[in-house]
């Protein structure tokens, strides 16, 4: 009987020194995914800074192109009126 006692606290430390290990390796991933999720979010930053940087380049660029599309307009509505019939 006592051996068999024996036998199973020896289970349960193995288990709970086991169980302890995991959660260690657990807390370590965990630091690790952190600081690499941290290192993606610094190298990612210059890119959308860029990438919103380009996009309120084309929507000046857009605009230009608009008001370039609206002068052809009127231009071409001058020019026919300017004609003779």
Request: negative net charge; aromatic residues 0%; glycine residues 4%.
């Amino acid at each position: 009987m006592q051996k068999r006692v024996t036998e199973s606290e020896n289970r349960s430390n193995t288990l709970e020194a086991q169980v302890s290990d995991l959660q260690e390796n657990q807390q370590n991933l965990i630091s690790r995914l952190s600081s690499l999720q941290a290192d993606l979010e610094a190298a990612l930053d210059p890119i959308r800074a860029q990438q919103a940087g380009g996009g309120a380049e084309l929507r000046a660029l857009e605009a230009e192109v608009s008001a370039l599309r609206e002068q052809v307009k009127q231009l071409a509505t001058a020019l026919a009126q300017s004609q003779p019939a």
